[in-house]
C-alpha cells in the first residue's frame, strides 16, 4: 500500500509517486549555495548522508542544495531514485525545506516527491506570556516546536521574569537570568525565529506597581496596575524597563509596547483635570505619542495593541505611522460573524454585541457550533444599530460589510486601520479568556478564532502577518495545539 505522507503546514503543491527512495551509502549532500551553509549539518543529519566536498568523485546520487530565483522563503523540493534537489533564493527557505524534509524522513528513505511551497503570511508568530508554569526548558522547546512548523516570529512577554539590571526588585524569585535570556533570544534567531519584546508602557504593570517603591507613579491605588500618563516619571521608568530589555534582544526590529486595557485613564486628579481639555483620548494619544516616538528614535519599529485606539480613536492623529497595530479579538471565529467586539457602544462601554433577533427571527441554527457558544458566554443580544449609535457607525460603519447588522465582516477594523496608514498584525489567540466547558480551555473557539484571523490576513494581502497570543498559567503542553494551528493556518491557503 502507498504510504501517507502529511506535511504541516501543508505546503502549496505537493506531488507524490509511488515508491520510497532509500537514501543508501551511495548518497552524498552536496551545499551549492551560501545561502545553505549555516543548515548543512543539520541536513546531513536529517538526512543520514555524508556532506560530499570538492574533490572527491560524484559517483552516487546525490542530494543538491543549490539556489534559484523565487519568493522570499520559498522552496522547491524534488526527490527521485536520481538523486535530490532543494532549491530556495533565502536561508529561511532552506530552512522551512529541511523542516519538510523532517516531517517526510522514514527509516525506508524519503518518498520519491516533487514540491513547490512559499507562506501565505510573511509574518507567522506565536506570543509566550511566561507564566509561571513556563521554565527555560519549557521556552525552549516551544521555540523548537514554533520553528518546527515554520513559524517565523516569537512575542516574549517577560512581566516580572525579565531580569531588569536597573530595577532589580522587580524581577521575581522565577525570573530568567541575564544568560538565560541570551540564550533564549539566541536560540530563538538560530531557529530562524525573529524575538520581540513586549514591554508594558502604561498599563498591566501590577508587578511593579504593586511595590511600595513604585507608589508614586499609580493612576489609582485599588488595582494598581497602571501607571500615571502625566507624571514624568511614568515615561522615564517605561524608557530604562525598556533600554534592559533591548539591549537583550539585538538585532529585532520590532518592540510591543503594549498599551492595552488602561482603563483607569483620567483616574488621578491631574489626569481628571487634562482629559477635561483633550479628552481620554488626548490623554493616551498624548503619552503613547512619547513611547512610540522614544521607540522609534531607538531605531526600532513599535508595536502596539489596538484596543484602546479603537476605543479612542481621536488619539489615532499622535500615533506614528511607522507603529503597527496588532489587532487582537479572541472572539470571531468565522467570516461573516454574527456577533461583533464593539470597542465602545452608544454609551461609551466596550461589549460584545449581537442583533437581539438571533434566536428570535433568525434562528440560530444557521449559525456554527462555536459561533453559538460565543452568543452563549460572551455575546449580549441588543437593537444592534441603534446600540452601537452614531458615533461608533460614522466611524466604523462602511467597515461592517453589506449584511450589517445580522452579519458583519469579521475583524472588520483591520481595514480602518489600514486606511489610517497602519500596518496590522493580526492577533487571534489560542489561550485566552475564562470559558471551559467540561473542565477545558475551549481549544474548538481558538481553532477557529485563528483560521478566521489567518484567512482575513490572507484575503485582505496588506497585512505584516498574524502573531498568535497565549494567556494565563496552564502547562506549557496546552499551548502546542495552538501552535500547530497557527503555523498551518499562517502559512497554507486553508
Ligand atoms: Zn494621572
Avoid at 7 to 26: K, N, S, Y
Avoid at 155 to 161: I, T
Avoid at 171 to 178: K, N, P, Q, T, W
Amino acid at each position: 500500500m502507498k504510504p501517507a505522507f502529511h506535511v504541516i503546514p501543508e505546503p502549496e503543491r505537493t506531488q507524490f509517486g509511488d515508491t520510497m527512495v532509500p537514501l543508501t551509502a551511495a548518497w552524498a549532500l552536496t551545499c551549492e549555495t551560501p545561502l545553505a551553509a549555516s543548515l548543512v549539518d543539520d541536513y546531513c543529519a536529517v538526512l543520514r548522508l555524508p556532506r560530499l566536498r570538492h574533490g572527491r568523485p560524484p559517483d552516487g546520487p546525490r542530494f543538491r542544495l543549490v539556489s534559484a530565483d523565487m519568493a522570499a522563503e520559498a522552496y522547491r523540493l524534488a526527490v527521485s531514485p536520481a538523486g535530490g534537489m532543494v532549491s530556495a533564493n533565502s536561508e529561511a527557505g532552506f530552512r522551512w525545506a529541511l523542516e519538510t524534509l523532517r516531517q517526510l524522513r522514514t527509516t525506508d528513505g524519503l518518498p520519491a516527491c516533487s514540491i513547490d511551497d512559499a507562506p501565505h503570511l510573511p509574518m507567522r508568530g506565536f506570543h509566550v506570556f511566561l507564566h509561571r508554569q513556563m521554565d527555560f526548558a519549557a521556552l525552549n522547546r516551544l521555540l523548537e516546536s514554533a520553528a518546527r512548523f515554520k513559524l517565523n516570529t516569537v512575542v516574549l512577554e517577560y512581566e516580572s521574569r525579565f531580569p531588569y539590571r536597573r530595577h532589580p526588585t522587580v524581577a521575581g524569585a522565577d525570573a530568567l537570568s541575564h544568560g538565560q535570556v541570551e540564550a533564549l533570544t539566541q536560540h530563538a534567531w538560530s531557529l530562524g525565529l525573529e524575538p520581540i519584546a513586549l514591554q508594558q508602557s502604561l498599563g498591566h504593570l501590577d508587578y511593579l506597581l504593586a511595590r511600595d517603591a513604585y507608589a508614586g507613579r499609580r493612576e489609582e491605588d485599588q488595582v494598581r496596575d497602571q501607571m500615571c500618563p502625566l507624571n514624568p516619571d511614568s515615561f522615564a521608568l517605561f524608557t530604562e524597563l525598556a533600554e534592559d530589555m533591548l539591549a537583550l534582544h539585538p538585532g529585532s526590529r520590532f518592540l510591543h509596547v503594549g498599551g492595552d486595557e488602561t482603563r483607569h485613564l483620567g483616574a488621578c486628579a491631574r489626569c481628571q483635570a487634562r482629559a477635561a481639555e483633550v479628552g481620554l483620548a488626548g490623554l493616551y494619544g498624548e503619552y503613547m505619542a512619547k513611547v512610540l516616538g522614544w521607540v522609534i528614535r531607538a531605531g526600532l519599529r513599535p508595536i502596539i495593541w489596538d484596543d484602546m485606539l479603537c476605543a479612542h480613536p481621536e488619539a489615532l492623529a499622535s500615533v506614528p505611522r511607522q507603529t503597527a497595530i496588532m489587532y487582537w479579538d479572541y472572539w470571531t471565529v468565522a467570516d461573516p460573524s454574527p456577533y461583533l467586539v464593539a470597542r465602545f457602544d452608544r454609551h461609551g462601554r466596550a461589549a460584545i454585541v449581537h442583533d437581539k433577533c438571533w434566536g428570535e427571527e433568525w434562528p440560530l441554527g444557521e449559525l456554527t457550533e462555536a459561533q453559538r457558544a460565543v452568543l452563549a458566554h460572551f455575546s449580549a443580544g441588543v437593537p444592534l444599530a441603534e446600540d452601537l449609535g452614531t458615533r461608533f457607525l460614522d466611524r466604523y460603519g462602511a467597515y461592517l460589510g453589506p449584511d450589517f447588522p445580522r452579519r458583519l465582516r469579521a475583524f472588520p477594523y483591520l481595514e480602518y486601520y489600514q486606511d489610517q496608514g497602519f500596518d496590522v498584525i493580526m492577533g487571534p489567540t489560542a489561550m485566552g479568556n475564562h470559558e471551559m466547558p467540561d473542565g477545558l480551555p475551549h481549544f474548538a473557539r481558538f481553532y477557529h478564532n485563528v483560521h478566521a484571523s489567518a484567512t482575513r490576513a490572507r484575503q485582505n494581502g496588506r497585512t505584516l502577518g498574524m502573531v498568535t497570543t497565549t494567556w494565563y498559567s496552564f502547562p506549557p503542553e496546552m499551548l502546542v495545539q495552538g501552535l500547530v494551528t497557527t503555523g498551518q493556518f499562517a502559512w497554507s491557503r486553508r
